[in-house]
């Protein structure tokens, strides 16, 4: 399985990205997928959620920013970030958890003030 992430890039405070992950040669489907961000110091941090049936979640400090999606036919993961902040910036990472867990290389987001 690989995870391609991108969309990551140098955006004003205030501003939106989206990323994207494309899953190759997997039942995408029936995964249970995830985006994680490392910010500079901190540990990994998962972000938000989606699962096989479309539930989300998401962690309370992206709460009404961020919307994480799914295109099952596309076999792509997706998280739009509105309203960003400083403190968003960190490497931005998709996962997929099914018979197993996969993870994508990260895509940088840095978030200026």
């Known amino acids: 399985v690989q995870l391609q992430a991108s969309g990551g890039g140098l955006v004003q405070s205030g501003g939106s990205l989206r990323l994207s992950c494309a899953a190759s040669d997997f039942m995408f489907r029936l995964a249970t997928c995830n985006w994680y961000r490392q910010g500079p110091g901190k540990e990994r941090e998962l972000v938000a959620t989606?699962?096989?049936?479309?539930?989300?979640n998401y962690t309370d400090s992206v709460k009404g920013r961020f919307t994480i999606a799914r295109d099952n036919a596309k076999k792509t993961l997706y998280l739009r970030m509105n309203s960003l902040k400083p403190e968003d910036t960190a490497l931005y990472y998709c996962?997929?958890?099914?018979?197993?867990?996969?993870w994508g290389r990260g895509t940088l987001v840095t978030v200026s003030s």
């Open positions: 996962h997929l958890k099914l018979m197993g867990d996969w």
């Open positions: 989606i699962t096989s049936t479309g539930t989300t």
